[in-house]
């Protein structure tokens, strides 16, 4: 869906969503403009000037009307007539509060004031990294360095188990402090749960249904953050099955099925996730009716749909605009409710699947809290990517012999198990390999095998969404930093699924270059070097390192480079000669340069910008985060 088409999409969500919660609370005048102005949308085209902002302009005079929420200028049920009573001083919305045990309040600075000792302790260890550095540099020009360099390997090795320790501390200090503070945040389900069956309940009642409500929360808890988040999302869930799923008395009793409809909410915890669950005893989905009408929209064929199975032929349900109905009514029909709920839940880094059989079952499943998201770095080639971890069941290596074709589409059978795999190289547009490492994962109720040619590990991050502007292919969820800097793409493993991967990969994954930056290090220190080299590495680029100018000359007559890093202080021709050198060469003179020096008075780094560097790092204060960030900067257009 192109950038036009999305902005009416998402209006036509934001007012569904509006009516269904206007129906709920009793405000029919709202939901009624709600439906006109969705009834607008539908043809923009033919749209008379003025007549859409007219429409919203009604909307939010209604909405104006009616008061704050927890007002009494207007009662539900009244058609959204406000009240004559008019407050002569405006009522503030309360301030919402947690009520805390002293001892957890004790506890939260206890850990706070043991971390703030452990930085402070991880401040001096640091310190003496950079001594040690100091002392190497000086004790590379000695004419037996041997003496310096086992000094070193004792001190750097008590340093590293220093760290270690002061690390594990740190570690499980922060790790019972963030899940203290997110105790704080939790909240029993049940009282939401049954507030939606209380709509349910006022819904069925409009719509001359008989339906009887079972609310099973026990003692579940969530995240009240991702309760809010999700319900609107819950809400449209619930009146679906109201409106979608149970039949009137009169069809039920022709069904042979009890006149009275049956919709049970329920809740269950599995670690660190939660599962809400909505069933109906109601008609079902119609599987003929879904394939026909995804048929004739075009995405997919009848050949490709004799073999759908049942969940595969159900994930169209949550495509946006999906529907079934040949009419729209005010409650649905516009096809624009589940692929909202599917938008919300997965924001909140859920998954949501249906089965329907002689009723429907739709399954929500999201994080206990809302902290950050685990990821499994993957890498492909000499890319790197991530997924979320929670779903991931089992790791195995697979073998040419392993794969196999049916129906177009690549499979992995294992044994009598036939699995469908998601090759990674697919989404770089490169050409994808039979072997690696296939990542069991569940998705959309199904196992899907994720392939990469190796998982590098499991990984906490915050996941950023990318904007629309971003140009993202849809297969892209979001972007990360890893802990060593590096941005990765997280892709979404709804678009990875049963049924959205037949065209997740339409539009490939290409990051901001093809391959990594390649990186020409140049320093006659090994030690120097050699940290160099690893500190540009870990942040993923592509080192070829060389001792000195005429190395570094012959190197770049061999093959092309995206940056040039390199030191002053060189016996023969010197890092500034080599710059100027460079800069003098019609090949070679936009080749950006850092020099990295030891040399940090003023006139020092003057001389390194007038010989043409690009920048002018010292080793003595060098962080790795600000080098790699620079060479990606200089070295990403080339």
Request: hydrophobic share 40%; proline share 5%.
């Amino acid at each position: 869906m192109d950038e036009s088409e999305e902005a009416p999409a998402q209006v036509r969500r934001e007012l569904h969503a509006l009516k269904g919660a206007s129906r709920m609370m009793g405000f029919r005048q709202v939901a009624e403009l709600c439906h006109q102005a969705e009834d607008l949308l539908e043809t923009p085209e033919s749209l008379a000037p003025g007549k859409l902002e007219e429409c919203l302009v009604e909307i939010t005079n209604g909405l104006a009307a009616l008061g704050p929420a927890g007002d009494d200028q207007a009662t539900p049920g009244d058609d959204g007539r406000a009240s004559e009573r008019v407050r002569t001083k405006p009522k503030h919305r309360k301030r919402e509060e947690i009520r805390v045990a002293t001892e957890l309040v004790d506890d939260l600075a206890d850990r706070s004031a043991r971390m703030r000792v452990v930085a402070a302790g991880a401040e001096g260890l640091a310190n003496r990294v950079f001594r040690l550095a100091a002392l190497a540099e000086r004790g590379v020009g000695e004419r037996a360095p041997r003496q310096v360099l086992a000094t070193l390997a004792t001190s750097l090795r008590q340093v590293a188990l220093e760290f270690e320790g002061g690390q594990r501390i740190l570690s499980r200090l922060t790790e019972r402090q963030l899940d203290a503070l997110l105790h704080l945040q939790v909240q029993p389900l049940k009282p939401f749960l049954k507030g939606l069956a209380e709509h349910a309940r006022e819904l069925a009642d409009a719509l001359g249904k008989r339906v009887e409500l079972e609310v099973n929360a026990g003692d579940a808890q969530l995240d009240r953050r991702i309760v809010d988040r999700l319900r609107e999302a819950l809400l449209h869930l619930v009146r679906n099955a109201v409106d979608h799923g149970i039949e009137s008395p009169e069809e039920r009793v022709k069904a042979g099925k009890d006149p009275v409809g049956h919709i049970r909410l329920e809740t269950s915890s599995e670690g660190d996730r939660v599962r809400l669950r909505v069933v109906d005893d109601g008609r079902g989905i119609d599987r003929q009716e879904v394939v026909g009408t995804a048929i004739r929209r075009g995405l997919i064929t009848e050949e490709v749909a004799e073999e759908l199975t049942m969940s595969e032929v159900l994930q169209f349900l949550f495509r946006p605009g999906f529907t079934t109905r040949e009419t729209k009514t005010e409650l649905s029909g516009r096809g624009i409710g589940l692929d909202a709920v599917a938008t919300t839940v997965r924001a909140a880094g859920g998954d949501l699947w249906m089965e329907s059989d002689s009723g429907t079952v739709i399954t929500v499943e999201v994080p206990l809290a809302r902290r950050g998201e685990r990821v499994l770095v993957m890498e492909v080639g000499q890319h790197r990517l991530a997924v979320p971890a929670a779903p991931a069941r089992a790791y195995r290596r697979i073998v040419p012999e392993h794969v196999e074709e049916a129906e177009g589409r690549r499979v992995v059978r294992i044994g009598d198990r036939t699995i469908a795999a998601r090759f990674l190289a697919d989404a770089l547009g490169e050409p994808a390999g039979d072997h690696g490492v296939l990542v069991e994962m569940v998705i959309g109720g199904g196992v899907v095998g994720i392939v990469a040619d190796s998982v590098i590990g499991e990984e906490e991050v915050i996941v950023h969404p990318l904007p629309a502007a971003a140009g993202a292919p849809p297969v892209v969820e979001g972007i990360t930093l890893l802990a060593s800097g590096r941005p990765v793409y997280v892709l979404s493993l709804q678009r990875l699924g049963p049924l959205d991967a037949l065209d997740a990969f339409d539009h490939p994954v290409h990051g901001p270059r093809s391959r990594p930056i390649q990186v020409l290090l140049v320093d006659d220190s090994v030690v120097s070097r050699e940290m160099v080299r690893r500190l540009l590495e870990d942040g993923g680029l592509g080192v070829t390192s060389v001792g000195g100018a005429d190395d570094a000359w012959q190197a770049l007559e061999d093959r092309d480079f995206d940056c040039l890093v390199t030191d002053i202080e060189m016996p023969g021709m010197d890092g500034l000669g080599l710059t100027r050198k460079l800069r003098g060469d019609s090949r070679l003179a936009e080749l950006p340069i850092v020099v990295v020096s030891t040399l940090d008075r003023p006139a020092d780094r003057l001389a390194g910008l007038e010989s043409g560097a690009d920048a002018y790092l010292t080793k003595q204060g060098l962080d790795a985060r600000e080098l790699v960030a620079l060479v990606y900067r200089v070295g990403g257009g080339r």
